[in-house]
């Protein structure tokens, strides 16, 4: 299996940007999904998860109202839209897959097994 993260770049404060994560070699989508994001010196963070079947999203509280996570399980795409971008969005951000088919949505990073390379969003202030 495996995870391929794009639609990172670099903007400038109040933007938007919509990152995508196709899922390659599972045939199954009975996987919730995360993305998380790591700036700089940082620990890498929860940022939101969508259970496998959409109907349970989860935010961080330092992005909730600006970003939307979906995904379209035909097409095997997780989508991150992230409105109003700031300066402390900024990070590597990296989708991830959970480890177990099941029910519901994790915020813990362990929780998760599978990972993408990462795609960077640069935002200016």
Do not use: H
């Not at 994560?21 to 998860?49: D, H, I, N």
Request: charged letters at 20%; proline letters at 2%; glycine letters at 10%.
């Amino acid at each position: 299996v495996q995870l391929q993260a794009s639609g990172g770049g670099l903007v400038q404060a109040g933007a938007s940007l919509r990152l995508s994560c196709a899922v390659s070699g599972r045939t199954g989508s009975g996987y919730a999904m995360g993305w998380f994001r790591q700036a700089p010196g940082k620990e890498r963070e929860f940022v939101a998860a969508i259970s496998r079947d959409d109907d349970f999203q989860r935010y961080a509280d330092s992005v909730k109202g600006r970003f939307i996570i979906s995904r379209d399980n035909a097409k095997k795409t997780v989508y991150l839209q992230m409105n109003s971008l700031r300066p402390e969005d900024t990070a590597v951000y990296y989708c991830a897959s959970d480890r177990y088919p099941r029910a519901g949505i994790r915020s813990i990073l362990n929780e998760y097994n599978i990972w993408g390379q990462g795609t960077l969003v640069t935002v200016s202030s």
